[in-house]
């Protein structure tokens, strides 16, 4: 291979593989949120519906995962608007 495209190629190869890092990032915080946020509407669900079967840890579970929900949110937003 001439070495004249040999530096072309690797900026792009460079250039995907960064991109194919962060997509894979964002995509594995973005299904972990989803996940946290059913098990939170259970839990809330469970707790406002006052069921029996629901431990008061499993309460106390349900409020840390609503106030990360709520705080997640406002850290993505305040990063949006910066850019």
Same mark, same amino acid.
């Given at each position: 291979?001439?070495?004249k495209?040999?530096?072309k @190629?690797?900026?792009?190869?460079?250039?995907? =593989?960064?991109?194919?890092?962060?997509n894979g990032a964002i995509?594995?915080?973005y299904i972990s949120?989803?996940?946290i946020? @059913?098990?939170c509407g259970a839990q809330i669900? =469970?707790?406002l519906n006052g069921s029996k079967y629901q431990q008061a840890s499993e309460k106390l579970t349900g409020i840390v995962m609503l106030l990360y929900l709520v705080t997640v949110i406002v850290?993505?937003?305040g990063f949006i608007k910066k850019k």
């Open positions: 291979m001439p070495d495209h040999k530096g @190629i690797k900026a792009k190869l460079d250039g995907a =593989m960064k991109k194919f890092f962060w995509r594995s915080v949120y989803i996940e946020a @059913i098990n669900s =469970m707790m850290f993505w937003a």
